[in-house]
């Protein structure tokens, strides 16, 4: 779990590539070894591209769990106590009526509707940290390397390294190194 | 890429598959997708023209009468709600279960319900009569002094059930094909058409995908969030499915009619609704693998898993009918007892018959082996169950509803010209966006599918 102090230096937050190496990776073996081998050199600021999630990617890049299940968490929290206090507020206080002879506060039948707002509220919160913590939204950003949404991996170091240094840390896993460019 | 053995794999590099799947959506139509288009387009037409007509003349222009005072248009209603389930158990409960064979059917099962609910949610909004006033529905602080929606009325929560279940649905179906539409930009990078006006579409379609793929660029920072998120919205569709049925089941079961009145209407109605959702599945998909050649993505395993389903939840079906009979004979309730075997033999028997027919007897062809893979077989049986769904709601509603408990109140209903136009026209309307989808976007889940193919040691996707 990341700690809050990590939260709050962004260290696992998405970064555009913007300095440093880009290296095209030949499989998926190669880009977990090559994660592997750039968290134990301490580099800081990388980043891997896949065309689909690998799972033991995580660990090899020494990443977190996501936050995402507390955002719904309050998400459901919040849809789901609107949802019942606001019937209740307008059933008992607001337009207070008979029906059948029922109480004014009826909670058994506030439960279907109240179900629903929870899983809507749920669902935004979700999307919206989604989008927010994998930072996307973005139109105009574009891959580092073009193969990385088809086949292709890559991996990219934003650390100031030389060439030699990046060929050295990625022997034999890499196809090609690139500097980046804007 | 080495790919692992796998049952429902294809085998094939990750560049194949993009190509195989992104064919349709980068090449140009062909005739046949023309004549159904247009096809769809009649009914659409035919069916937002008569919608309009029936603004300016009423609900005269339908059967609908005293008794029986849901006719048509919320037989459709129910029909098309319970197509969309079948999208949502493929993509949220195959998906908590680990149900591999679900990747490649997911994708196109999902649109399907997103336009079933499309089509579902005019039905309702139509039969209101006066359709400009639906948003009386919604409970917002307005002027009218405090006046809110009864939140005692199922009907209430047939708007929100419905409401966010098209909602969630949506998100899950986009938020599931971002990786794909970045895929899809990628490809288009060096692309150029060769006229002027070819260029401008091309342009078009550039900026469409780049905007609708939000800057998606697989980085393993993104990936971790997105593969939580696509857990927690398949964890809240399960529940969610369930009670958007449920709920519909409600607006008959909450009444006092006979026939209506019934405990078992939540899961029967669930039943009915998989059931037929999955013989539209089945017809959708044995049409487009054959069109789209994607046979050895959705193999005669995936159709065979499918009748299985098919088979199952027709049995559930057929439980219900057996139950609701029972209990109409053992209740000891004249009036429950009397539409009971008014079914049988009143004047709608014939409905009840080809429901039974179709329903009951159809799904057990799917006890063998030989007729289960055969794709002319489970075709007809997938047309047929559906035929049968939609005759399950007729009688529910029509026979319950036209002898009621005063036999001088009693009537029939017939449909007329307008009854029949608008149900032929909600499957042009359903069908005109299913047709542009497949034009459109990827109908596999293309990052999913090379997740499955990498095999074991990438176990993507909430693992």
Redesign the interface.
Known sequence: MTSFEDVKKGL???EDPETGWVAVIK???SLIAA?EKVRDAGVKKF????????????KA?G?S??W??FI?AIGALTGGTFAFS??TW??VS??PRV??G?PYF?WP??V??T???T??F???A??G???Y????????????V??????GFAIWIGDDMSKQNVESLLQGLYTDIRPVTK | MSVIENVYGVGKPSREIDNDILRPVESFPTKLWYIAFGMASVGVVMYWAIAGYSFKKGLGLFAINSPVGWGFYIINFVFWIGIGHAGTLISAILYLFRQRWRTTINRAAEAMTIFAVMTALTFPVLHLGRPWMVFFFFPYPNERGPVWPSFRSPLLWDVFAISTYFTVSLIFWYMGLVPDLATMRDRLVNNEAKTKFGNMLLKLRKNAVNILSIGWVGSAKTWIHYEKMVLILAAISTPLVFSVHSIVSMDFATAIIPGWHATIFPPYFVAGAIYSGFAMVLTIMIISREVFQLKQYVTLKHLENMALVILLTGMMVSFAYITEFVMAAYGGNEMEQYVFINRLKGPYAWAFWTMFTCNVVSPHFMWFKKLRTNIYVLFVISIVVNIGMWFERFVIIVTSLHRDYLPSSWDLYTPTFYDYAMLVGSFGWFFFWYLLFVRALPQIAVAELKADEAGDKVKGYGH
Not at chain 1, 51 to 58: Q, R
């Open positions: 696992y937050r998405y499989d998926v073996d994660a980043d891997c591209f896949s065309p689909f999630p690998i799972h033991k990617l995580e890049m990443l769990r996501s995402i299940p719904s606001s019937m307008i059933d607001n337009w029906m059948g029922k009826s039948i506030y279907p509707i179900f629903e707002l899983v809507l749920t669902a935004f979700t999307l940290a989604a989008i913590l994998g930072r996307l939204g973005k139109s105009s950003r574009r891959p580092v073009n193969t990385v949404t088809s086949d």
